[in-house]
């Protein structure tokens, strides 16, 4: 089963990889960039009984920092062979 | 417009990364991981007149490495203030 994970930043917290990023487009020349937030994207492919609950608790142990981050669980059915 | 940006690495391009999470994953118990690979999501808040195309060339130049690196642009309506 293929799972992925959305980890960005919670709205307020600085984000110095966005901002660098964000400087660096308009120094390619890119116009009307009003903001940039960069984030992770985990996917994971696990066993097809892993719960819900089994993700969420690698979310909040180890994947995402949830003092400054936000995670976001997507389940997507693995096609079958 | 808010506009996300999936950076995932090629399938068989070896993911450091996503190998380290993999084992820390089962030095803290968790079985039934099959396999993690680990991207970036991006995160743009650009002008509503923005096209696709120069989207597609933030990611060319800058946002992706195409030699490496796959990407899918998801465009999603900001919510009218």
Do not use: W
């Not at 990889?17 to 492919?45: C, K, N, P």
């Not at 009984?49 to 993700?55: N, P, R």
């Not at 995402?64 to 059915?77: F, P, Q, S």
């Amino acid at each position: 089963m293929k799972v992925r994970i959305h980890v960005s930043l919670k709205p307020g917290v600085l984000d110095p990889q966005g901002r660098a990023v964000h400087h660096a487009l308009e120094g390619l020349g890119f116009t009307g960039v009003e903001d940039v937030r960069v984030g992770r994207l985990i996917e994971l492919d696990v066993a097809d009984g892993t719960s819900e609950d089994d993700i969420a608790q690698m979310c909040e142990k180890l994947l995402a920092n949830t003092v400054i981050e936000n995670y976001r669980i997507e389940t997507t059915e693995a096609p079958k062979e």
